[in-house]
């Protein structure tokens, strides 16, 4: 069961007056108006010893009690693949200024290194486009969410 903070010098009021009212009737015990016999003293110092145990052991465990337990924060379990293969890293979404001044592609190469299922996205969505150099291959952000995958902050 999970409490509030609470330190060992942050006991609870009552708890130690508990404590305070007990170990002063274990010693009120010990004293004695009327003399007794050395038997009887012998069983007076055993039974005020076996109180203070469990009054130590009382105590003990209430502190224990109040201590403050520390869990790992709860990591939520990886998506299974079936599942994860539709999520897209965003930053793999890019103008390139050949293809248009106004419209984003995700780009291929980006997708290779950080979504491993590249060779899986609709061919529908693919776009070649001649970059001034060579021919450049990237994915329409627009159609792939129509067919159903997202684009996530990973």
């Not at 010693?27 to 055993?46: M, Q, W, Y």
């Not at 502190?63 to 790992?72: F, G, K, N, S």
């Not at 950080?114 to 899986?120: A, C, L, P, R, S």
């Amino acid at each position: 069961m999970f409490r509030g903070n609470h330190s060992s010098a942050n006991i609870k009021p009552h708890r130690k007056f508990i404590t305070l009212i007990l170990a002063a009737a274990v010693a009120i015990t010990g004293f004695s108006a009327v003399p007794a016999r050395a038997d009887e003293d012998v069983a007076k110092v055993l039974a005020g010893l076996a109180v203070l145990g469990i009054i130590g052991a009382i105590v003990k465990n209430n502190r224990d009690d109040d201590r403050v337990q520390v869990t790992r924060p709860h990591r939520p379990k990886p998506l299974p693949p079936r599942v994860a293969r539709y999520d897209l890293p965003a930053k793999c979404v890019r103008y390139f200024p050949r293809y248009s001044q106004s419209r984003t592609l995700m780009g291929r190469g980006c997708l290779r290194k950080q979504y491993g299922f590249e060779h899986t996205l609709p061919h529908a969505c693919q776009v070649t486009f001649w970059n001034g150099k060579r021919n450049r291959v990237g994915y329409r952000p627009d159609c792939l969410k129509k067919r159903g995958y997202r684009i996530t902050r990973r």
